[in-house]
């Protein structure tokens, strides 16, 4: 039996529960979902949680998710969007099979259905600015005032509206309004603007429009198109339901939806995330400042970065099932998503040795050309991956941070005329240091204990308490390493001051160490995942990395080294 958590008993949810009992009372058939990004970005952290939410109902339910880009702004939105959007919700796992959409698919049927709402009397041509519009609007405690061309003909809107579409008008002349109630309590009722004049060029449908329909307007219809079940979304679009069913309400009625089979919207808590900013004008914003080299940025709150990173799917998908939904906003600690990152990649990672900041060890009693190949496993719990031989020579390298001069209480690993144990190896007695004229310590002499050979007999004989890596100085791999650390340096950035969200970056967030590795790591392939030792989990990096020149990034460190920060 394997012990995976991705079989432990998923919690259920208030979701589950609407679906649940929409299949008891025969109210849908099937559960067909989806998930629309607007391609005008690259997904983060949090466009994992409604990914996996979506496309998981779906799979729990034997229904379908569809995957629907909400191409309806022509400004923002770009090819180059589109692929990593595709390549990121594959990459966590999840598929839409035939079922890959786009908003422009349907803007012969949106226009319809406007035509359709303008005949019916159910919206009209204002001609007034988008600064009259905004005026005219009210506040929260003040009705707005009705558009002096709410009661023109509907005929003249017809008109109006044809010509919009035909390229008569420049950008802002007119909108298409739906005619609600510019008194309405809930400001997305009062004659919200359903169509905008925009020349631009879009990314699929190139210049055939340049009216474009807004994402209140274009998403209920596109759900209603798609034989969508259940809309879920953030709860920031609750007070939008009332819009999502007025206008399929009335669609319906002028006959181009079935009333009966109409989708139905819930909204669930969005991710936040402490120490991250989510939002994509601030993603953008620590792009073009360069704050970070992109979207790919292993420090980026995004998929591709997260990939990059060595996040992997499974951490990701087994976080958002850990956090499980809700109705109410909150906080997630950074930690939680590090903890499960931490939980995968210890059952997956080969076990391997590098020494980030090396300092050389000569072995007085082993001879110049002896090589001995020490075994050590690939996997504690893993015994059928394996081992791997690390050559033991006179000349190692062991992390300087494992030897003090003047050893501090507690510190139990080299020091002069101490004894500490190479890991797989010997157990080793210092018997000199020296420095160069800086005061550095530059090198370490010392003399093994031939007897205590990790493994044999004489092993035990040799009581010490402390145990480090090495690799050898001759046969190791001098690579890149970029140790990853947060962004940001509080919990809640840009909260709390009058400056910035960039004034709470973590200085050291990222920092290169030119590393000495065992041999073995010399022809890792890209995108190959190892725990170093005692230094946490790392992958050679997607970009750069190549076998034979690894370049590794650290994805996590073994223990939580923030929870106990002040
Ligand atoms: P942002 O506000 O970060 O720019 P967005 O909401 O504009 O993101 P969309 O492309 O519109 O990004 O989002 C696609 C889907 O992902 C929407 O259904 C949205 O509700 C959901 N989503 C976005 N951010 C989060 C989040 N932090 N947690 C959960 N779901 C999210
Ligand atoms: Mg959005």
Redesign the pocket.
Known sequence: MSDSPSQAPEASHFLRHIIEDDLAAGRVSAVVTR????P??Y?????A??ICLNFGLAQRYGGRCHLRL?DTNPAKEEQEYVDAIEASVRWLGFDWGEHHHFASDYFDRLFACAEALIQAGHAYVDSQSADEIRSNRGTLTQAGQNSPFRDRPVQESLALFYRMRAGEFPDGAHVLRAKIDMASPNMNLRDPVLYRIRHSEHHRTGSAWCIYPLYDYAHPLSDAFEGISHS???LE?EDHRPLYDWLLARVAEAGLLRAESLPRQYE?A???LTYLV????KLVDLIESGVVSGWDDPRMPTLVAGRRRGYTPEGFRRFIEQIGVSKSDGWIDYSVLEGCMREHLNDIAPRRVAVLDPLRLVIENVPEDAVELCEASNHPHHPEWGVRTMPFTRELFIEREDFMEVPTKGFFRLTPGGRVRLKYAYVLECTGFSKNAAGEVIEIRGRIFEDSRSGSAGADLYKVKGAIHWVCAHHSVRAEVRLYDRLFLRSNPGAGHEGDFKDDLNPHSMTVVHAALEPSLKDAQPEDRFQFERHGYFIADGVDSRPGAPVFNRTVTLKDSWTSKP
Not at 43 to 47: A, D, E, I, N
């Open positions: 998930f629309p990004p607007e005008n970005g997904l983060h952290f949090g466009h949680k409604s909400d879920i979304c953030t679009f669930f969005r991710l936040n989510l939002s994509k004008r």
